[in-house]
């Protein structure tokens, strides 16, 4: 699958196509592993009338399961820090029984570093009501969905990256060798003419902050907007006004880095990204919408441009609106970063994705946030059936054959416009051209949270 | 009222197409005459979720028809046609006129333009029957319901109800209401103990006036503008009767769903008392929700001296935010729960099952008082027992009175049980396959959120009743306690939480002339208390 990913994203036309059966079988193997091995999905499939068989259009139709199942515990184990009760529940969505020493344990940070020892790697999310869902993976999924990822992504960036002796080396690179080593060539050689600016903590498992975390290595430098870890503890407590004093404590130092800090923060950021400039380097700055902006607003402020060198691209991912109801508008947005960074519209990237599934889906220059092969998209209409046809309105529900540790038939709180035609761009396929939130669902993503923390 | 409607084809289906017309200051405004095709025509751009479009010259509202009995979307539309509206009309700024006229009126003569509206309505019982039909074909609830609402109406509508609420609501030192709505009353032991104190009186240049003069106290109607609900259609009724009776240069806003019963009021009041005083100074009428150029001119400072809001926690935080300088009645989201005592648990299980299923009922449970969740007092087998009771007592309910099959509470549902809920007990009953009504037994908390509130029934098993008060908090409007002893025993630990109403299961959709809201008089907080 993953290879199909890298040949679809090389502008392979037939390889979604000849991807399909393949997924479908995985995707049914997978229900059979989850029945077997989570006791969650276990009794939603019993109680759905289905056992260790189902077929693929049954799986859509019947055993799709709400993104909320990742946050199905009770919001009082966290506030009195039982984590041998959160583990207990997480062992309920994962398909290992997590058998850990919980001892000392006083915060989200401390399970969540305590569970890495045992090779389970969690990230987390959170929405407007501050209660997060966490989603585990064992470290060869989380390593399986990272290859996964450079595999579809690799060859589609460095589409933008018509120059260089470097950018031709990787695009052959990335069509001659197999994913894995690739990656591991990657992971050796770097991206040595890139710095990276990430608008974001120096380390955290929270939707882009993972991965932060992730691209980090890459990069011959690296300057985090905030040089410190983002506690979820700490924005818990932000969030819900409470929690034990250890926690208090973390969400005063979340907030003085965050809100007291800001501006120090903003032109340290700006300061890096000059000084790399000047030595010649190209840039990648990765951040949520609402960050960017804060960025070019302090630009503004201060009347600093800086035109980046050639190649230089920015990420943007996280969601464009707020939780104080803000939306940042996406062409006010190129407009700064044009105006401050001189940064052409193509060469700001703009990423689709979220903490349940192991793919970042990247936006074409056509508007199409283009889906890899490794997914299957399921659009489910109000009532929660799929809709046979793979266009048109509805919610963005998604099958996922790399989700191995946890269940992956996840539907989301997003309302989407999906096409399903070739596109300018070259790529085929379903892809998502519009999102939003349903009426009544919270507000997700790290521009929302982060953009909390600052209000 | 029935001629006007014929004369200019009012409130009548033609191809779709219902025109309504709004009473502004006792005046009817006509919408123009648009057809089918223009009506779509103008929700051709929007989403699939909007409601309403405003184009040049009308407002259009979409309501989606509902296939009876089988009690389903059909998939077409009923387009409602309004006038524009121009929010400076709403407002009154002649408080000098209405100080001289509808202020004057007496509490008999509200009560006597009351009973002349519901005359009125009365002798038109053909037109009226037509108009239930017409609602019938986009409304939401049972059939049942509906057949009954013209009957409660009435009962609201009562003269002697209406001055039991007057001089219930707006009693004050043991004299009735009405008495201070018709002028000043005497407060016959009221002495000054003000300022400056009796020692301090020989320092004024001009003295003491010596004995103190009599003190009179009356309560001033006031300019009240009222958002209304649509979960219930009595809402914008109830809220015109509160107008009414507290003599207000009144605006009610209709709500997106309930426009139709909103408008039979007007009509009537329009027909039946046209020159009345209370007549021209009413107003009923309809705007987007929220809408900036509308509210914006009503929000303003002194554009009214009121403003009671009914709605989702979105709209009511939204007023409030909006108009802070104008005395905001807020009515809250709420809901009601049920605390089952363990002295059910017996023989007694399908008896008080029975009971409670009457509580989750009311207004098909989008009521503020409808029971959405209960506190079941014993095991959790003993929980998941009563779940398994409730749910044929449901049954009962689904097949006298189908619910609508809403494709998007069939989602909430399904979202529920294969997500946040999916380690729960579930017993529920389906029409075609789909959702109808249920109990989920949880483990542990229940974020009220996401209730879906549509015959859905959460019970929590707990040890000791007690145990469910640190789960009620003000957002409870009403407990239903069963036996009756645990009910007095906890009456006032439950209401000391901010519950407002703490009755017999069974017996929690009780009204009576004058009953608090939301912990208050209502018509109390419609007036100024002055002294003069």
Not at chain 1, 301 to 328: A, C, D, I, M, Y
Not at chain 2, 156 to 182: F, I, T, V
Not at chain 2, 233 to 246: C, E, F, H, K, Y
Request: aromatic letters at 8%.
């Amino acid at each position: 699958m993953i290879a199909a990913s890298r040949a679809w994203a090389s502008g392979d036309r037939g390889a979604s196509e000849e991807a399909s059966e393949l997924r479908r079988q995985m995707i049914e193997a997978n229900h059979t592993r989850y029945f077997e091995l989570i006791p969650l999905y276990h009794k939603v499939a019993l109680d759905q009338g289905f056992g260790k068989k189902a077929s693929f259009d049954a799986i859509g139709q019947h055993l799709m399961l709400d993104a909320g199942i990742f946050k199905s515990y009770e919001p009082d184990w966290l506030d009195a820090g039982d984590y041998a009760a959160m583990t207990e529940w997480l062992s309920s969505v994962f398909c290992h029984r997590i058998n850990a020493d919980l001892s000392g344990i006083d915060s989200i940070d401390g399970w969540i570093e305590r569970l890495h020892r045992y090779q389970i790697h969690v990230v987390y999310s959170s929405g407007t009501s501050g209660e997060f869902s966490f989603i585990p993976r064992t470290r060869q999924n989380w390593q399986l969905a990272r290859t996964a990822n450079i595999a579809s992504l690799a060859p589609q960036i460095l589409d933008l990256l018509a120059t260089g002796i470097n950018s031709r080396l990787l695009r052959s690179l990335v069509k001659s060798k197999v994913p894995e080593a690739m990656m591991e060539l990657l992971g050796k050689r770097g991206l040595p003419e890139y710095h990276a600016a990430f608008l974001g903590f120096r380390q955290g498992r929270m939707g882009n902050q993972a991965l932060m975390e992730e691209l980090a290595p890459f990069f011959s430098r690296c300057c985090f907007l905030y040089e410190v870890p983002v506690s979820g503890s700490g924005l818990r407590s932000l969030r819900r006004g409470s929690g034990t004093r250890r926690e208090q404590e973390l969400a005063r130092h979340l907030h003085r880095e965050v809100v007291e800090r800001k501006n120090h923060n903003y032109m340290r950021l700006i300061e890096f990204t000059r000084n790399s400039t000047r030595q010649g380097r190209k840039l990648l700055l990765f951040g949520a919408p609402y960050q960017f902006k804060e960025m070019l607003e302090t630009m503004c402020e201060q009347n600093v441009s800086v035109p980046l060198n050639r190649g230089s691209l920015v990420l943007v991912g996280g969601g464009w609106k707020t939780f104080t109801g803000e939306t940042v508008r996406r062409q006010s947005l190129v407009e700064m970063l044009a105006g401050r960074l001189g940064l052409e519209d193509d060469k700001i990237l703009e990423g689709y994705s979220m903490t349940e599934i192991n793919t970042l889906m990247l936006r074409c220059r056509n508007g199409r946030f283009h889906i890899p092969p490794v997914i299957e998209p399921v659009l489910m209409d109000s009532g929660l059936n799929p809709v046979a046809a793979r266009e048109g309105e509805g919610t963005f529900g998604f099958m996922d054959p790399l989700a191995l540790d946890y269940p992956g038939f996840i539907v989301s709180s997003d309302q989407v416009l999906m096409v399903n035609s070739p596109c300018e761009c070259g790529l085929t396929g379903p892809a998502v051209t519009r999102i939003g939130r349903l009426p009544g669902s919270e507000i997700k993503g790290c521009g929302g949270i982060m953009g909390s923390v600052g209000a | 009222m029935e001629k006007t409607c014929r004369q200019h084809g009012l409130l009548v289906n033609q191809d779709g197409v219902i025109r309504i017309p709004f009473m502004i200051k006792g005046r009817l405004v006509l919408p123009p005459a648009i057809g089918r095709e223009e009506a779509r025509e103008a929700f051709a751009g929007a989403g699939g979720e909007t409601v309403s479009v405003t184009a040049a010259g009308y407002q259009l509202l979409r309501e989606a028809v509902i296939e009876r009995p089988g009690m389903r979307y059909t998939g077409e539309f009923i387009y409602q046609v309004m006038p524009d509206l121009d929010p400076v009309e709403l407002i009154e700024t002649d408080n000098g006129r209405l100080a001289g006229e509808l202020y004057q009126l007496k509490a008999e003569e509200i009560i006597s333009y009351i009973e002349c509206i519901v005359r009125f309505l009365k002798k038109h019982t053909r037109f009226l029957a037509g108009i239930i039909e017409l609602m019938r074909s986009t409304f939401p609830y049972p059939d049942r319901f509906l057949d009954d609402w013209l009957a409660s109406s009435y009962a609201n509508l009562k003269p002697s109800s209406a001055r039991q609420m007057l001089d219930s609501e707006l009693a004050y030192r043991g004299l009735p209401g009405s008495r201070y709505l018709d002028g000043w009353v005497e407060i016959p032991e009221a002495t000054s103990t003000g300022w400056p104190p009796p020692r301090c009186q020989t320092i004024s240049p001009v003295g003491s006036d010596g004995a103190p003069g009599k003190t009179y106290v009356r309560a001033m109607p006031v300019r009240q503008l009222h958002i209304t609900a649509g979960n219930a259609p009595d809402v914008p009724l109830i809220s015109t009767l509160r107008a009414v009776l507290t003599k207000s240069a009144a605006v009610i806003k209709l709500p997106y769903g309930a426009v139709i019963p909103g408008i039979l009021f007007a009509l009537a009041a329009a027909a039946g008392a046209p020159e009345h005083p209370i007549t021209r100074n009413l107003s009923l009428v309809y705007w987007p929700g929220g809408d900036e150029k509308t509210e914006s001119q009503l929000f303003k400072p002194g554009a009214f001296d009121r403003i009671v809001v009914w709605g989702s926690p979105r709209t009511v935080a939204s007023v409030q935010s909006r108009a802070p300088f104008t005395r905001t009645v807020c009515l809250n989201p709420r809901y009601g729960i049920s605390l089952i005592g363990r002295e059910a648990s017996d023989s007694r299980l399908e008896e008080v099952a029975g009971r409670a299923s009457t509580d989750v009922m009311i207004y098909n449970q989008k009521a503020c008082t409808s029971s959405l969740v209960h506190f079941f007092e014993g095991t959790r087998e003993q929980a998941c027992e009563y779940a398994r009771v409730l749910g044929t007592a449901l049954k009962k309910w689904d097949e006298a009175a189908p619910g609508l099959a809403d494709p998007v509470i069939s989602g909430r549902v399904k979202r529920m049980r294969r997500g946040r809920y999916a380690a729960a007990d579930w017993y529920t009953n389906t029409r075609q396959g789909e959702f109808a009504s249920g109990v989920v037994v949880v483990r542990g908390g229940f974020d009220i959120t996401e209730h879906p509130m549509c015959r859905l029934v959460v019970v929590k098993p707990v040890e000791h009743l007690e145990d469910a008060l640190v789960d009620i908090d003000q957002f409870v409007s009403t407990a239903g306690v069963y036996p009756e002893e645990r009910r007095i025993e906890l009456r006032d630990r439950i209401a000391s939480r901010g519950v407002s109403v703490v009755l017999p299961v069974g017996q929690c959709a009780l009204v009576y002339p004058g009953i608090p809201h939301d912990g208050m008089l209502l018509l109390n907080q419609l007036v100024d208390w002055k002294t003069g």
